[in-house]
């Protein structure tokens, strides 16, 4: 949900099949309709959310928010999987990915963890999972996450897809990426599924239980060949439940869910191989915003709930306003300069060096951090 939309027009959004290896310096393009989809995305996960402040919406409502997240996983893993395609054979191919994805992410989710470490000091400790990107699984293992930071799980899963995919765009041939990404799928879907052992942890939390989302979104960025691998590997793992579990029992098969899933992964494809389904103003604003309205409104809806309360609409429309002019102002106001901070990472080796220095300087503090509090905790 951190990936930038312009991104080089390479074969694969013509439907031709497979990316090419063309510069991505050349040929800029923005892809019409995803900023649309990324805008529906936050604002479904947002409304959901908000049902605790509206008084007629069930609070049952607030679980359809997840498929919002999918949609962002699946427009990541398609954004992703095509920049490092493209970008195979520059000189510091993994080093420049890495630090465009650090200036995305971190400087805004560790704002908002120092938000939180100040609101909630009592929490401020789980925020080592946060930055070891472990944070989906130790909430997974029933580890209460920092204050308000919740949502982060899926920053998590999409940080150690950051981690993993690249790697296997670089060692693995480009042929042979849409096979690895289908068999994700397949992986993914078998976790959710329960056709695999997922042990005591809640699984929609954990990374591969969400996996399938991200690899689907991969398979998109290989157009109709990724297309065909996408439908392969639905119709196996269709087969594998029904062996599994019997036609005889076709009526307990997650029909919505999972044909949610699949539709969304559809329209996506649909965008970027042949068009836009629709065109709006507002929800491409909002999907340019998406990264800072997914971290801020979790914040806004706690704060409207404490000091006023539900009600019948205002308080969820206070919520949402809220929650926007922030956003607008976190993005012009802090997360444009620090992305504009890239350049010059890019271009120093020292400067990248003393980054990923920081970087694993921090993981081995937060290692370090949560051995010493698991360590104390089995003592008592």
């Avoid at 019409?32 to 069930?58: A, F, K, N, Y």
């Avoid at 939180?116 to 472990?134: D, E, H, Q, T």
Wanted: proline share 3%; aromatic share 16%; net charge positive.
């Amino acid at each position: 949900m951190q990936s930038n939309l312009t991104q080089p027009l390479p074969a694969l959004a013509r439907g031709q099949g497979g990316p090419t290896t063309q510069d991505a310096s050349q040929s800029q393009v923005r892809i019409g309709g995803l900023d649309e989809l990324r805008g529906l995305s936050i604002l479904w996960v947002m409304i959901c959310h908000g049902t605790v402040l509206w008084q007629w919406m069930p609070s049952t409502f607030s679980g359809y928010g997840f498929h919002g997240v999918v949609l962002f996983f699946i427009i990541s893993g398609y954004l992703i999987t095509r920049i490092l395609v493209n970008g195979r054979g520059q000189d510091n191919y993994l080093s420049h990915f890495y630090v465009n994805r650090f200036f995305r992410i971190w400087p805004l989710m560790l704002v908002a963890l120092g938000v939180s470490a100040i609101c909630w000091p009592a929490f401020a400790k789980a925020g080592f999972y946060n930055l070891l990107m472990v944070n989906n699984y130790s909430y997974a293992v029933g580890i209460e996450p920092m204050m308000r930071t919740d949502v982060m799980w899926s920053l998590a899963i999409e940080e150690q897809f950051y981690m993993f995919w690249p790697l296997v765009a670089l060692l693995c041939a480009p042929r042979f990426l849409p096979l690895v990404a289908a068999a994700i799928v397949m992986a993914g879907l078998g976790f959710d599924a329960g056709l695999l052992p997922t042990g005591r942890m809640i699984i929609f939390k954990a990374t591969h239980g969400n996996m399938q989302y991200i690899a689907m979104g991969a398979l998109v960025a290989f157009g109709t060949t990724g297309l065909r691998y996408l439908l392969s590997a639905w119709a196996l793992f269709f087969a594998w439940w029904c062996l599994k579990h019997g036609v005889s029992h076709l009526v307990d098969f997650r029909w919505i869910w999972w044909g949610v899933t699949f539709v969304l992964a559809l329209v996506v494809h649909y965008t970027v191989n042949k068009g836009p389904l629709f065109r709006m103003a507002f929800l491409a604003e909002t999907g340019k915003l998406c990264y800072g309205l997914y971290i801020i409104h979790f914040f806004i809806s706690w704060m409207v709930l404490e000091f006023i309360g539900r009600g019948d609409w205002w308080q969820g429309l206070l919520y949402l306003s809220v929650s926007g002019v922030l956003a607008v102002l976190s993005f012009h106001g802090f997360e444009k300069p620090m992305l504009n901070m890239r350049r010059h990472f890019v271009a120093s080796d020292r400067l990248r060096a003393a980054l990923f220095g920081a970087v694993g300087l921090t993981a081995l503090v937060s290692v370090v951090n949560i051995v010493i509090t698991v360590g104390r905790t089995q003592g008592h």
